[in-house]
């Protein structure tokens, strides 16, 4: 069974900074799309960020574009996502996502992917 496993969260003031990872075990999910989701308290699980299958095709939420910046290190299996200007509307469970197939294109539906992490909580303090 594939494995993804996130950490970095935590908490941090409003305006700070943190940067989520997210480990794979299997080398073929750098040829997959990756993505980060999020689901805030009481909602629901929401698209924050997509990897495409080229590592330079990214794609973001109007909610955090020009704030998160996701990559990858195909030589660690290591998907990040860097968060800045964090604000409190940001405080979720952010998971980390991967699909089964080296498709093209872009998924920002959670039923779009088929591996998932834990989840890793990001709380934004005032």
């Known amino acids: 069974q594939a494995q993804l496993v996130e950490s970095g969260g935590g908490l941090v003031q409003a305006g700070g900074s943190l940067t989520l990872s997210c480990a794979y075990s299997?080398?073929?999910?750098?040829?997959?799309?990756m993505g980060w989701f999020r689901q805030p308290p009481g909602k629901e699980r929401e698209f924050v960020a997509i990897?495409?299958?080229?590592?330079?095709?990214?794609d973001y939420a109007e909610s955090v574009k020009g704030r998160f910046t996701i990559s990858r290190d195909n030589a660690k299996n290591t998907m990040y996502l860097q968060m800045r200007s964090l604000e409190i509307e940001d405080t979720a469970v952010y998971y980390c996502a991967a699909r089964k197939w080296n498709s093209g294109g872009y998924y920002y539906t959670p039923s779009e992917y088929h591996y998932w992490g834990q989840g890793t909580q990001v709380t934004v303090s005032s």
């Open positions: 299997d080398s073929t999910f750098n040829d997959r799309p």
């Open positions: 990897l495409a299958l080229s590592t330079i095709s990214t």
